[in-house]
């Protein structure tokens, strides 16, 4: 959000002359978004930006058909009706993908090379979101090239989330991948605790994850995302419609290791996963 904020900065918004900015938050309860996204359409905005999720843009898209809606990391928007085509969005709605080929597999990949020995890896995955049958779609393709097991641990709420770890773990799990999703980012400190006392190398979606102590993170450069995200605003606010706005695909990714967690879990980084790293976190 501050890059987002910044961006529209260096646009000339300034914030009580010519930009009023409102924030809702569902604090990682989707529940709550329809309410919120009605309680935003109500103050008749230029604009609805929807943050991070499939369920966040839909549920933007529903509130209006009339306010340009601009979402910032969905999976598949074309899948989720969100979108009729990445080049040409159709209606009031554009935005950022969150979802580029092959990145299910590097993750695997980086997961891997902490358990090389082990034959079965873990997905915690919330199944109630669109993303996530998505990735672990892909995971189980990459899997299956590496000749190596994944398996699905489900969790749909916090309290599910302690006993799917441990089970992962029961199971034999060389290793975790944490699948991003409001549930689990909002989790993300809870996680990485609890992955630390069980042992496990995991790898996760979001640099936010390894800030609050996960052990590596793979994924988009969500700072870029909201950079361009601010871009998109300003050409609607200068008359651009949302459905001659392609969809924009992520094109930077950025590895994140947290060297004081591996140290913590008594794990060796690799020097071929070390050189990779965008940032090391000591």
Known sequence: MPKFLGRLGELGYVEGQNLHFVYRSAEGRPELLPDLASDLVRMKPDVLVTGFGTVAAKTGKAASDRVAVVFMAVGDSIGAGIVESLARPGGNVTGLSDLAAGLQGGRLQLVQEMAPASPLFAAIMNPGTPYAPLAYKELEAAAKVAKIQVRAFEVRTPAEIKPQLEAAKAAGAGGLVVLEDPLTLSQKSEIAALVLSLRLPAIYGYREFAEAGGLMSYGTDHAAQWRRGAEIVDRILKGEKPSDIPVEQPTKF?????????????????????????????
């Open 254 to 282: 950025e590895l994140v290791i947290n060297l004081k967690t591996a140290k913590a879990s008594g794990f060796t980084v690799p020097e071929l996963v070390m050189v990779g790293a965008d940032e090391v976190i000591e």
